[in-house]
């Protein structure tokens, strides 16, 4: 075979075992997170950082009951993730809250979101996207005793009608543990998983799993 001829089989071959380019990946986060950050900064709104040893996330919500004719509270979220072994997670949503009340003991939030994943090596030498059009919500309760400290659940569904990619359902639910540094910070402790269910084999793929710490920063 002429030497041009091996060249270019051993290109492809290269091309077919890293199908991905971890560099325009890369970029995209870059992207992301730059998005995430609107021109200007609205009061209420939150940046929340959050880690653990192989991942690091990153959301901002905002509140846009002024802009849009909702009653009592809504927030703009958007957020995204990614992790050591290149999964990346990007998400984006409406919260909707009842009317704010500073002696309420918990409170009870319904939404939606989109929310698209890219799963790394599910299938060996492979990156499988994945994306879904989820609702839920969250049930939050103030501790009496300690009212800087408070809990809160989430849950998250997506059914096969409105999961594409590679996916037939998603999954994303979580509890976290939060304490108000009374300075427009909140510092927390969270379990997330985030589970994407493939439609070819039926098996749910983990993309995102563990115990997260992390602070939230309000402008007031």
């Given at each position: ?67 849009i004719p909702i009653h009592g509270n809504a927030d703009f979220q958007t957020g995204v993730l990614a992790d050591k072994a ?135």
């Open positions: 075979m002429p030497k041009e001829g091996i060249e270019s089989l051993k290109s492809s071959e290269s091309i077919e075992s890293d199908p991905i380019d971890l560099g325009v990946m890369r970029l995209r986060i870059a992207i992301v997170i730059v998005l995430l950050v609107p021109s200007s900064l609205t009061f209420g709104s939150t940046f929340d950082f959050s880690f653990n040893d192989s991942a690091g996330a990153l959301k901002y919500s905002s509140p846009i009951g002024e802009t290149n999964n990346y997670l990007f998400e984006a949503g409406i919260l909707l809250k009842g009317d704010p009340n500073e002696d309420a003991a918990g409170w009870l939030a319904v939404g939606g979101k989109a929310l698209a994943g890219l799963i790394h090596n599910y299938l060996p030498g492979t990156t499988q996207d994945a994306e879904s059009l989820m609702i839920g919500g969250e049930l939050g309760y103030i501790i009496p005793a300690a009212k800087r400290y408070s809990a809160a659940f989430y849950d998250y569904f997506g059914p096969g009608v409105t999961s594409f990619g590679v996916a037939d359902r998603a999954y994303q639910w979580g509890a976290h543990l939060d304490y108000d540094l009374n300075s427009g910070a909140k510092i927390y402790v969270e379990y997330r998983e985030i589970d994407f269910r493939i439609r070819a084999t039926g098996r749910s793929a983990t993309l995102d799993s563990g115990i997260y710490v992390g602070i939230k920063l309000g402008l007031k």
